[in-house]
């Protein structure tokens, strides 16, 4: 997949599944993706959970950890 289908499945997703995507599901996804990209789409990458939160403005642990236990749910 590329970015775009990546950002279409995303909105897709959300526009079937309104009230389950919040903002920061969004912020969380595109920033792996764009991560991802970064690192020339590598099978696995590292997630460092305090970087991340501070990228996508996100000051608690239990907030990322949801948002990305749900993408991780919603198979996005």
């Known amino acids: ?3 775009y289908e990546l ?3 995303f909105y897709n997703f ?3 599944n309104i ?4 903002p920061i599901h969004g912020m ?3 920033y792996i993706i764009d991560l991802n990209n970064r690192l020339d789409w590598v099978e696995r990458i590292s997630l460092p959970s305090y970087h991340t939160m501070s ?3 996100v000051s608690s642990y239990k ?3 949801n948002a ?3 993408l991780v749910e919603f198979k996005l």
């Open 1 to 3: 997949m590329n970015g």
């Open 7 to 9: 950002s279409k499945a």
């Open 14 to 16: 959300s526009a079937n």
């Open 19 to 22: 009230g389950t995507i919040k």
């Open 28 to 30: 969380l996804y595109f």
């Open 55 to 57: 990228i996508i403005g």
């Open 63 to 65: 907030t990322y950890k």
């Open 68 to 70: 990305l236990e749900d």
